[in-house]
């Protein structure tokens, strides 16, 4: 089970922090993620993070505003989002799967576990 939190509403530019723990078992060698949906729009992906200090793989649009990262001990992922945009209002869902991936892998990994949603909302 995943639990996402973190979510609210801030104005351009400004930041928030989504962390995501998990329950039931560990994910500490697979990979654990974030994708999103925005309204009348696709789930996408965001970020994830696998074994290892470098597997780490971000969508474009991230452009070095968002930091993923793994707390193996808690069983958790963090999203830490900066310099937040209008465009970036969206549902955030955390996923996981225990399969190992890197880079373009865990973009097209089909994650089996999935978090509630948290809502984020960036207005202009």
């Known amino acids: 089970q995943l639990q996402a939190s973190g979510g609210g509403s801030v104005q351009a530019g400004g930041s928030l922090d989504l962390s995501c723990l998990a329950s039931?078992?560990?994910?500490?060698?697979?990979?654990m993620g974030w994708f999103r949906q925005a309204p009348g729009k696709e789930r996408e992906f965001v970020a994830a993070i696998g074994w290892g200090v470098q597997a780490t793989h971000y969508a474009d649009f991230v452009n070095s505003r968002f930091t993923i990262s793994k707390d193996n001990a808690k069983n958790a992922v963090y999203l830490q989002m900066r310099s937040l945009e209008p465009e970036d209002t969206a549902v955030y869902y955390c996923a996981a799967d225990p399969t190992m991936r890197t880079g373009y892998g865990l973009r097209n990994l089909k994650y089996n576990y999935w978090g509630q949603g948290t809502l984020v909302t960036v207005s202009s």
């Open positions: 039931g078992r560990s994910f500490r060698t697979g990979s």
